[in-house]
């Protein structure tokens, strides 16, 4: 309950894989038992290029249930309820996006990780620039604040990851490594901004060959890598 929560909603064949080590009966068994009580809905929603996918959401009562049992940290944002399917979509990739990010992570031994979205971040930022703008100042401070968001000035904007996942290392560092979801659709001044912005940039397979070409065509070296 708690990953769907923090990513609002997740393929089921996702949990399957990454959560349940491929047991089809064991996560049925507790979806089911999730689902009865109410604490999470269920959507096959449908996709332009495959299949529709069944995608798991909290309810209202499910996350009401993991605040109040504190089941993740308290500066843990947690989610409930679908958006519209398009971003659905890309709420349920961002799940598998996350456990790319794990695989560092790991081998890091990171510990205390906490999953920050997109529009988290973009909510903090833009709140930080409008009070800069109310003060006169907006210019002179957006790289003040971009660095206290951990993030960086790219041509006059401030590139926000769809995925931060922040860790402790073993010397007791606070850590955080930025992900990027890129897709065919990318515009190639979009994907630049993203790589000078320092992300790490993930591509499905069948999008990775293309975007690494485009890179190629503009002789700019950055690494894309398959989600």
Do not use: C, W
């Not at 940039?201 to 503009?218: F, K």
């Amino acid at each position: 309950m708690t990953d769907i929560g923090k990513f609002r909603a997740v393929d089921t064949k996702d949990l399957r894989e990454f959560a349940y080590g491929g047991d089809s009966k064991h996560l049925e068994a507790d979806l089911t038992n999730l689902r009865r009580q109410g604490l999470i809905a269920e959507r096959e929603i449908p996709h332009q290029e495959t299949a529709p996918r069944q995608l798991v959401a909290l309810t209202k009562q499910g996350h009401r249930l993991l605040i109040a049992t504190k089941s993740a940290p308290k500066d843990q944002a947690l989610y409930h309820g679908f958006t519209k399917p398009r971003e659905a979509h890309h709420d349920a990739d961002l799940y598998r996006l996350y456990q790319r990010g794990l695989e560092k992570i790991a081998r890091e031994r990171g510990t205390n990780i906490r999953v920050i979205l997109d529009s988290e971040l973009k909510k903090n930022l833009y709140r930080d620039l409008a009070r800069a703008e109310q003060r006169g100042s907006p210019g002179d401070a957006k790289s003040e604040i971009a660095e206290r968001h951990g993030l960086r000035v790219v041509r006059g904007k401030i590139p926000v990851p769809d995925l931060r996942i922040e860790y402790e290392t073993p010397d007791h560092e606070h850590t955080r490594v930025d992900l990027e979801l890129a897709t065919e659709h990318y515009r190639f001044r979009n994907l630049v901004q993203k790589v000078r912005a320092g992300f790490s940039i993930y591509a499905r397979a069948q999008d990775a060959s293309n975007l690494r070409r485009v890179l190629d065509q503009h002789e700019l070296t950055a690494e894309i890598l398959s989600l």
